[in-house]
C-alpha cells in the first residue's frame, strides 16, 4: 500500500508540474504614488505628504526639501528675484571625475551649484535669501556656493536689508581643497560687515548641517533656528568617538540637544517656519526699532 501511495503522489506532483499556470500580472502602483518616510518606514500618498510641507503624517519626522520648495514655502508668491543665478565653477584642482560629476549633478538636479540666492518679500518685509540643496554634492561648500553667499551677505548690507540663510551640508567641498576652506573665511567676513551695519542675520539650520558651514555662517546669526531633530555638528559622530575615546551622549548632534545648551535659539516646526520669519522680519524692521523709546538713566 505505500509503494502504491508514494507512486500516486509522484504522478501527481509531475501532472501539477505539466499543467500551464494561468497568466497573471502583478499590479503595482505608478511610480511616485508613495513616499516612504526615512524615520519611520511607512508609506503615505505623495500628494498627503507634500500637503504636510513634506512632514511625515505618522511620526512628525522633517523630510529633505529642495532649494525651490523651500522658497516657495517661506516667501511670499511671486516675490522670489534670484541673485547670480549665473554663477557656476568652471575651474578645479583636477580632482578626478569632479567635472563630470557637477555636469551629471546639474542634468539631474537642474542647479548649477548648491545654493539659490535672492531677494523676497516674507508675509510683506523684504529680505536677501540663500537656501541651500543637499542633493547637490550634498550641499558642500566649494568656492562658488562661498561667493554667492558672501555676494548675497554684500548686496544685503549694500542695501541694508536683513538676510536669512537656510543651511543643508556636509561640509567643506573637498574636491575643491583649500579654496573651499577659504570660503569659511570669505562668507565669516562678509557677515561681520552685516553685522556691523546694525543689519539682522537669521540662521535656519535643516538637516544635517555640518563641517565647514557649521563652523563658519551657519553659526554666526543674530538668531539661530533648527528644525526638529535636524543633524547639526561638526565631524560626525563615530569620527568623534574614535577621536576622544568615549561615548557621546545620545543625539547630542540633534537640535533638540542644542537648543537644551544654548547653542540655538529655537525649534521651529516647518508649518510655523514662515510665520515665525516674517514675525522676527517685523520686530527688526527699521520702522519697529524707532518705536523704542531708550532710557538712558534708571527710573525712579
Known amino acids: 500500500m505505500i509503494p502504491l501511495f508514494q507512486e500516486r503522489r509522484q504522478k501527481l506532483t509531475q501532472f501539477k508540474a505539466l499543467r500551464p499556470r494561468p497568466k497573471t500580472s502583478t499590479a503595482s502602483a505608478p511610480e511616485g504614488l508613495y513616499t516612504r518616510c526615512p524615520d519611520c518606514k511607512q508609506d503615505y500618498l505623495s500628494d498627503q505628504v507634500a500637503a504636510n510641507y513634506f512632514v511625515c503624517p505618522g511620526c512628525g519626522y522633517h523630510m529633505r526639501l529642495t532649494a525651490h520648495g523651500r522658497l516657495r514655502l517661506v516667501a511670499d508668491k511671486g516675490s522670489i528675484r534670484e541673485l547670480n543665478a549665473g554663477l557656476y565653477t ?23 551649484e548648491a545654493v539659490i540666492t535672492g531677494v523676497c518679500t516674507i508675509e510683506g518685509h523684504s529680505t536677501v535669501i540663500a537656501v541651500m540643496d543637499s542633493r547637490f554634492m550634498m550641499g558642500s561648500m566649494g568656492s562658488v556656493v562661498g561667493e554667492k553667499v558672501s555676494r548675497a551677505i554684500e548686496y544685503a548690507t549694500r542695501r541694508r536689508l536683513p538676510i536669512i540663510i537656510f543651511t543643508a551640508s556636509g561640509g567643506a567641498r573637498m574636491q575643491e581643497g583649500i579654496v573651499s576652506l577659504m570660503q569659511m573665511a570669505k562668507t565669516g567676513n562678509a557677515l561681520a560687515r552685516h553685522h556691523q551695519a546694525g543689519l539682522l542675520y537669521i540662521s535656519c539650520l535643516t538637516h544635517p548641517t555640518t563641517g565647514g558651514v557649521t563652523a563658519s555662517f551657519a553659526s554666526l546669526g543674530d538668531i539661530i533656528l533648527a528644525e526638529p531633530r535636524a543633524l547639526i555638528g561638526f565631524a560626525g559622530p563615530r569620527v568623534i568617538e574614535q577621536t576622544i575615546r568615549q561615548t557621546l551622549p545620545e543625539g547630542f548632534q540633534r537640535s533638540e540637544f542644542l537648543l537644551e545648551h544654548g ?3 529655537r525649534i521651529v516646526e516647518r508649518h510655523e517656519m514662515r510665520a515665525t520669519l516674517g514675525r522676527l522680519l517685523r520686530l527688526h524692521s527699521p520702522s519697529a526699532r524707532k518705536g523704542f523709546a531708550y532710557i538712558s538713566h534708571p527710573v525712579k
Request: charged letters at 25%; a negative charge; hydrophobic letters at 35%.
Open 263 to 265: 547653542f540655538i535659539d
Open 90 to 112: 568652471t575651474e578645479n584642482l583636477d580632482f578626478p571625475g569632479y567635472s563630470e560629476k557637477l555636469t551629471a549633478l546639474e542634468a539631474s538636479t537642474g542647479l548649477k
